[in-house]
């Protein structure tokens, strides 16, 4: 039931950077900038790190960015560490006011 | 921030009803809005719905049939009930706390509880 889609895994080596995108369809990212990210490591609850396609929360590292381009969002990590290597899911507010989920993403570092 | 804590019962029969409690610390539940999400073993994560401290709610629309919330101001709870429950419906259940900038996203967030439904 996923409406976004990204890409299953994906991996860099330490001190690289790492995009993982988020393609949408109509009524959700593609028309509008709602857009977040959030990261969870194995057994633990998601944590938000982006919200409204570009926006970090107080206590997220700036070495996570976020950006859209047309129906494609996509964040990226730069200076790769170890502690990075979780699950990305991207979530868009969408027209009928609700929230829809990608199927993850899993980084290896 | 506030600590959420979800609880109810681990198994549930094909069939019947799914009913889980969030306890809030640390903040009033009558304060902020809530939801639900769930995460199927392996998947990614499902919107279940937002419960509003006004009494109101939104859910997803391939629940909606299914789900009721409710908000108990005087036990600093919220609550999801989700009837008619198959072996789709095991997962990771957790409840979290709208984020106040911009009233969808989710910026705290319960440990999570399994729910196996399973006869």
């Known amino acids: 039931q996923s409406a976004l889609t990204q890409p299953a895994s994906v991996s860099g080596s330490p001190g690289q950077s790492v995009t993982i995108s988020c393609t949408g369809t109509s009524g959700d990212l593609t028309t509008n900038n709602y857009v977040s990210w959030y990261q969870q490591h194995p057994g633990k609850a998601p944590k938000l790190l982006i919200y409204?396609?570009?926006n970090r929360p107080s206590g997220v590292s700036n070495r996570f960015s976020g950006s859209k381009s047309g129906n494609t969002a996509s964040l990226t990590i730069s200076g790769l560490q170890a502690e990075d290597e979780a699950d990305y899911h991207c979530?868009?507010?969408?027209?009928?006011?609700?929230?829809?989920f990608g199927g993850g993403t899993r980084l290896t570092v | 921030q506030v600590q959420l804590q979800e609880s109810g019962p681990g198994l549930v029969k094909p069939s019947e009803t799914l009913s889980l409690t969030c306890t809030v610390s640390?903040?009033?539940?009558?304060?902020?809005?809530w939801g639900w999400v769930r995460q199927t073993p392996g998947k990614g994560l499902e919107w279940i719905g937002y419960?509003?401290?006004?009494?109101?709610?939104k859910y997803s629309p391939y629940l909606k049939s299914r789900v009721t919330t409710s908000v108990d101001t005087s036990k600093n709870q919220f609550s999801l009930r989700l009837t008619s429950v198959t072996a789709a419906d095991t997962a990771v259940y957790y409840c979290?706390?709208?984020?106040?900038?911009?009233?969808?996203?989710?910026?705290?967030w319960g440990q999570g509880t399994v729910v196996t439904v399973s006869s």
């Open positions: 409204d396609v570009t």
């Open positions: 979290a706390k709208v984020a106040s900038w911009n009233y969808y996203d989710f910026e705290d």
């Open positions: 640390g903040g009033s539940v009558s304060s902020y809005y």
């Open positions: 979530g868009s507010y969408t027209s009928r006011s609700t929230l829809v």
């Open positions: 419960v509003y401290n006004t009494g109101g709610s």
